[in-house]
C-alpha cells in the first residue's frame, strides 16, 4: 500500500479513538444491565483501512479482522528514565503484575491464555515508532514534560498498535503513560490516578483487546478517579483474552523477538544494515501495508 494510505489509514486510526472523557457519560455506562454488554477486539476495516471493533456479541457496527500477535510469545522493554513520579523498578514491578493478570487469566478447568509476555529490560530510546528496516522494541515511556496528543490530563495513557492490514498481525505495540498532566498513585490508600489500573487496562489494548461496553470490567474506556478496580479482572476481560489466545500446548523455545530485530535505540542512532540486512530507512509510523490503532484510557 503506498506510504500517503498509511498516513490515511493512522488519522482514521486516531480519529476513532476520540473518547468522550466526562463522569456523567461513564456513571450512565455503568448502570446498563450488565447482561448486555461483553468484551470487543480491535480490528482493521479492509475497505477502509480504518479502525474498528468486533464485539461478542455481534453488534451492528462490528467491522473487519481482529487484531491479535501472530506468535504466543512477545516481548516490552520499558524507558530506562521512566517518570519524575515513578522509579524504573517500581515500573518494572507494575507492568509485571499488569501482564500476569492477563496471561494468567482463568480460561477454565485450570488453563490461561497460550500467551508469553517477556520483559526484555530498559531501554534507551522513548519514541513511538515501528521501523521496516531498523530493530525495534515494544515500548513503555512515560510523558513527564509533555502530553502530545490531544484530551490533556482527561487523557491518561495512549496505546499505539501497528498491525497488517490483511491478517490482522500485530507488528509493533508502544504505551505511553501521562505523566505531566496527571498525578500518578501507588498501593491502596491515599489513590488518585491509580498507576497499576492503568497499566492493566494498557496491557489489554497491547494484547488487541478494544474497549468494553461493560462497565465493571478492566477494559471499559473511562477510569473513575480514586479507584483500584481497574486492577482485576472481570469475567468479561477474562473471555476476551481467551478467545484471542485460546488455551493449547504450552509455548515452547519462546522467542520474544520484537518484529526486524530488537533495538535499545530509536531508529535514528541505530546504524545502517550492510546489503544483507536491508537499507537504512528513516523512522516510520506505519509498516508499507500496515495501520495504526490507537486506543486512550479516558476520565
Known amino acids: 500500500m503506498p506510504r500517503n494510505s498509511s498516513a490515511l489509514a493512522a488519522r482514521s486510526a486516531r480519529a476513532a479513538a476520540v473518547l468522550a472523557a466526562s463522569g456523567a457519560i461513564a456513571a450512565a455506562a455503568l448502570a446498563l444491565p450488565s447482561t ?56 518494572e514491578a507494575i507492568f509485571e503484575q499488569a501482564f500476569a493478570a492477563w496471561t494468567q487469566a482463568d480460561c477454565g478447568d485450570g488453563q490461561t491464555p497460550r500467551m508469553e509476555v517477556t520483559y526484555l529490560g530498559p531501554i534507551a530510546c522513548d519514541a513511538h515508532e515501528y521501523n521496516q528496516t531498523k530493530g525495534n522494541a515494544n515500548i513503555i515511556t512515560f510523558r513527564d514534560d ?54 492493566t ?43 484471542v489466545y485460546p488455551p493449547g500446548e504450552p509455548v515452547k523455545e519462546c522467542d ?7 533495538s535499545a535505540l530509536c531508529a535514528v542512532d541505530q546504524p545502517a544494515r550492510d546489503e544483507d540486512g536491508g537499507c537504512a530507512a528513516a523512522p516510520s509510523r506505519s509498516s508499507r501495508g500496515g495501520g495504526l490503532a490507537l486506543a486512550a484510557l479516558a476520565l
Open 146 to 199: 509533555d502530553w502530545p496528543y490531544a484530551g490533556g490530563g482527561n487523557t491518561l495513557a495512549l496505546t499505539t498498535v501497528t498491525y497488517n492490514l490483511k491478517t490482522g498481525d500485530i507488528y509493533d505495540a508502544d504505551m505511553e503513560i501521562n505523566s505531566s498532566d496527571v498525578a500518578l498513585s501507588f498501593g491502596d490508600v491515599d489513590v488518585s490516578f491509580d498507576m497499576l489500573s492503568i497499566a
Open 256 to 262: 520474544p523477538t520484537p518484529r526486524h530485530g530488537f
Open 36 to 91: 448486555a454488554l461483553a468484551y470487543c477486539r480491535t480490528s482493521v476495516c479492509p475497505e477502509t483501512k480504518s479502525t474498528a471493533a468486533v464485539c461478542t456479541p455481534a453488534q451492528p457496527n462490528d467491522c473487519g479482522i481482529p487484531l491479535a500477535w501472530p506468535s504466543p510469545c512477545v516481548s516490552y522493554s520499558i524507558q530506562e528514565d521512566a517518570s519524575d513520579q515513578v522509579s524504573l523498578a517500581e515500573t
Open 201 to 243: 487496562h494498557e496491557a489489554g489494548h497491547f494484547l488487541g483487546l478494544s474497549h468494553s461496553t461493560d462497565g465493571s470490567a478492566t477494559m471499559f474506556a473511562d477510569y473513575r478517579p480514586q479507584t483500584i478496580m481497574l486492577r482485576d479482572l472481570d469475567q468479561d476481560d477474562r473471555d476476551a483474552i481467551c478467545a
